[in-house]
């Protein structure tokens, strides 16, 4: 069964630091993946999206993510955090052919100033 | 603004009473999902339509729980005989190319 492990519950950083947000799956063939971010009471925003074109990903609102099918991961990195970037964060995964998608458990971003 | 609306946002409502909730996906999108998200996690699926025919339906979605997409287009989740554990965001997602959800705001539910 397909099944996304995001490390951390909770990161902070910096403002103008690095952000690196872990994202593992599980999934028996090519997965589609995805990063959402969620602001406080609202609904989803999509990041960005893998489907198989390019490994490296690149977002909105200077988000990327790479993917790694030997380490089965798809971690969400941008160079340089603001403090807009305060959210909860979530992977996602969903198999070719079907458009279910299942969600890890979020890691929530904080920024310092 | 993803296109995709819910209504009403925030509902409140005690124990035991029935609740309807109201999802507009984006027109030209024929598949519809239904969400359940509780306090610090993420999404959880309750159930998925292609146009009008409701094809899956997770086990966390009781008998009290009911969903409907008459004629394909606007969705609509009922909830009978609330409980408190039924408090949570209830999500809608409007499905495009390649598996692309854009989701709605979310209704807010809490039972008391």
């Known amino acids: 069964a397909q099944s996304v492990t995001q490390l951390g519950s909770h990161v902070s950083v910096s403002e103008g630091a690095l952000v690196l947000l872990r994202c593992n799956y599980s999934?028996?063939?090519?997965?589609?993946l995805f990063w959402y971010v969620q602001y406080p009471n609202q609904g989803l925003q999509l990041l960005l999206k893998y489907t198989s074109a390019a490994t490296l990903v690149k977002g909105i609102n200077g988000f990327e993510a790479e993917f790694k099918k030997s380490e089965t991961s798809f971690h969400l990195t941008k160079p340089s955090a603001h403090m807009s970037d305060a959210a909860e964060y979530f992977c996602?995964?969903?198999?070719?052919?079907?458009?279910?998608?299942?969600f890890g458990s979020g890691t929530r971003l904080s920024i310092r100033p | 603004d993803t296109g995709v609306s819910q209504n009403p946002r925030h509902k409140i409502t005690k124990r035991g009473q029935n609740v309807t909730f109201r999802c507009d996906p984006i027109?030209?999108?024929?598949?519809l999902y239904w969400y359940r998200q509780t306090l610090g996690q993420g999404p959880e699926f309750l159930t998925y339509?292609?146009?009008?025919?409701?094809?899956?339906k997770s086990r966390l979605l009781s008998d009290r729980f009911s969903a409907e997409r008459p004629k394909g287009s606007f969705s609509t989740l009922e909830i009978q005989r609330t409980e408190q554990g039924d408090s949570a965001m209830y999500l809608c997602a409007s499905v495009g190319h390649p598996n692309e959800q854009f989701f709605g705001p979310g209704t807010r539910l809490t039972v008391l």
């Open positions: 339509f292609q146009n009008e025919a409701q094809l899956e």
């Open positions: 027109s030209e999108h024929n598949r």
């Open positions: 996602a995964v969903s198999e070719w052919g079907t458009s279910k998608i299942i």
């Open positions: 999934s028996s063939v090519p997965p589609y």
